[in-house]
């Protein structure tokens, strides 16, 4: 019996068999079924596995949760949906047994050679006292193009437990825009995993401003030469926040290029995780990887966690990882307040360029300018 | 009396740098303060305009008759105290516009006059920017960022035009400019003098004189003021170098 699982709630139970009656297919049925042994298995993550060691979701196995959504209707798909969930690994940890235990399944396919317009809208909030378990799978088609936009708004003690597959395929390309603004007493925990075939470009901006408990993981993995990612995200927390996310680039195969620029503001007691792996394996040459993570506290109760990792098993690469840790510079608040500017408006203001590096590149104005809007309701400032 | 500094003496880290400066500042005036690396030039920029690193330990700066050193830099420069710096700061994310902006509305905030929102501003900093020469496509890039060298002494003197102080303290301003950017510099801020204003030159060399002709000339050694006189005197330490003076200094 593995020492790193917490009780799963018993909660579960009762309301997975009345869900696996209403299951008509029989592949989803098994589907189900072994998804929910995994999480009994595995139950919600602990502190004792490594990585989670910095995470305590204690709280979350803590509460008698509700299932939400409609979760007993298949999505037709073709191939069929049993097909595309069978590759999921759902055993990576005890959420994502659950999503694929509870989940509220649904495909998106964006045909070959066709450019969407405009973008695909999801949004992904669990009610309080329930769980929300969307799992998503979009499929781009060779030489297709699009955009995504993921929220979350998850209520005070709900929470979201969500998991997209993204499948670019050849020459197609993918922008996503993650947006979880959650109540400030939400959980949320999402995977994201990306698999790019030839050609192909993933670019994400990640923004995470709201719940009290929360963590990203993302698995992107190059399958065929000539892929691009560009993984993005910023945290933004203060009170006693505390936000993790998880990253891993998969270089499987050479001749791509994957960017990763994580940005970490910090006040009050927040806490903050950047855990972020890049795999150059073995005969991936040429490959073209950069990782960056810089984290600004504006407290002294305030903490980050950062480690960027870097893992060669070739020698034909070019890599760069770092991360900073850091307050705002003196000089740079000496020079915007002999402008005139008062300290709090001149500190705002280098907070704000800070995120803003992340933020510009959001083509979507709307969703910019609701960005700009949140960063500057959490510094209460108007600039 | 604009300007009025008395017997000040003044430091960083608890070591005496400044050490009993006395200087006269009318409006309408340009003086000129020269003097060796290491004299206290730069030392006098930064405790005028407020830097929080230095310290003052004994004297007096007057600022139209009010107490300079009590106030926080931010208030100095809303009362009118500019300070173009030797080296100015980058802001990445922050645009041109965006800083100049609410800057110039903090200041008509606190003179109780109109703000300007983004469209009129627009059209203020244009008429501003051509003091200049600077291309309108700056004002969306970020502060200074990834400016030459040149670009960022203009854009100096791009928020000395747009904030209009009362005082402006120009800092090694032409240090790292070729010709072309000190021509247009020294042009810009001839533009900008007039005789409500004063303007404090703080260079080594007597180069940007040339350009911006200053009415009188302090030279300062070992953090006093030891000769002073009119231009003519910029003339005669470029063509002598700071020995001389150095040694009146320690006389």
């Known amino acids: 019996m593995s020492v790193t699982k917490a009780a799963p709630n018993a909660a579960f139970a009762k309301q997975f068999s009345e869900l696996i009656q209403q299951t008509e297919a029989p592949e989803i049925r098994e589907l189900r079924e072994a998804a929910f042994a995994a999480f009994l298995e595995l139950g919600i993550p602990s502190v004792k596995l490594e990585a989670w060691k910095y995470t305590n979701m204690a709280p979350i196995a803590a509460i008698d949760w509700k299932i939400q959504g409609k979760i007993s209707s298949i999505p037709k798909s073709d191939p069929p949906l049993a097909d595309l969930l069978r590759g999921f690994r759902f055993t990576r940890n005890g959420f994502t047994a659950l999503n694929v235990a509870f989940g509220e399944f649904a495909v998106i396919r964006v045909p070959a050679e066709t450019k969407l317009d405009p973008p695909i809208e999801i949004s992904c909030s669990a009610e309080a006292g329930s769980i929300y378990t969307p799992h998503l799978l979009v499929i781009l088609e060779p030489g297709s193009k699009a955009t995504l936009i993921e929220s979350f708004a998850t209520a005070d003690n709900g929470f979201t437990n969500s998991v997209l597959r993204v499948f670019v395929g050849k020459g197609a390309a993918l922008t996503h825009y993650r947006l979880q603004n959650d109540s400030a007493g939400a959980f949320n925990y999402g995977l994201t995993e990306i698999f790019i075939d030839r050609g192909g470009f993933y670019d994400a901006t990640s923004i995470n401003i709201g719940a009290r408990l929360s963590r990203h993981d993302i698995e992107a993995v190059f399958t065929a030469p000539g892929g691009e990612a560009r993984v993005d995200g910023l945290y933004l927390l203060g009170g006693r926040q505390h936000h993790d996310t998880h990253s891993v680039i998969d270089h499987r195969v050479g001749h791509c290029a994957s960017r990763q620029n994580y940005k970490g503001i910090l006040g009050d007691a927040s806490r903050g995780v950047f855990n972020g792996i890049v795999y150059v394996r073995e005969g991936a040459a040429g490959t073209d990887a950069q990782q960056s993570n810089k984290n600004l506290l504006l407290s002294n109760d305030a903490r980050v966690d950062t480690k960027p990792q870097l893992e060669i098993f070739n020698d034909d690469v070019k890599c760069s990882h770092g991360a900073t840790v850091g307050q705002l510079e003196e000089e740079e608040l000496f020079y915007l307040r002999t402008r005139g500017l008062p300290e709090v408006l001149a500190r705002n203001l280098l907070i704000y360029g800070f995120a803003e590096e992340i933020i510009e590149k959001i083509e979507i104005a709307e969703i910019k300018r609701n960005i700009d809007a949140a960063l500057l309701d959490h510094l209460k400032t108007g600039i | ?251």
């Open chain 2, 1 to 251: 009396m604009l300007l009025e500094v008395k017997d000040l003496h003044a430091g960083i880290d608890g070591k005496e740098i400044l050490k009993g400066l006395n200087l006269r500042v009318e409006k309408g005036e340009v003086h000129a303060i020269m003097g060796p690396n290491g004299s206290g030039k730069s030392t006098l920029s930064k405790v005028l305009a407020g830097h929080p690193s230095y310290q003052v330990i004994s004297g007096e700066v007057l600022f139209e008759g009010r107490n300079l050193i009590e106030l926080e830099p931010d208030e100095r420069a809303r009362e009118g105290v500019f300070m173009a710096f030797q080296y100015p700061v980058e802001v990445p994310g922050v645009s041109n516009a965006q800083f100049l902006r609410l800057a110039y509305n903090e200041k008509q905030k606190y003179l109780g006059r109109e703000e300007l929102d983004p469209l009129e501003f627009n059209d203020y900093l244009k008429e501003k920017a051509k003091i200049v020469e600077m291309d309108p496509q700056f004002f969306k890039r970020s502060v200074n960022e990834g400016f030459s060298g040149g670009e960022k002494k203009r854009n100096e003197i791009l928020q000395m035009a747009v904030l209009d102080p009362k005082l402006a303290i120009l800092d090694e301003t032409d240090s790292g400019l070729d010709i072309d950017a000190l021509r247009i510099v020294a042009e810009g801020v001839n533009k900008l003098r007039s005789k409500d204003k004063a303007i404090i030159l703080v260079t080594h060399y007597q180069r940007l004189l040339n350009y911006i002709q200053p009415d009188f000339v302090h030279v300062l050694a070992d953090g006093r003021i030891v000769k002073e006189g009119g231009k003519e005197l910029a003339i005669e330490l470029e063509e002598k170098g700071y020995d001389w003076v150095k040694a009146a200094g320690r006389r």
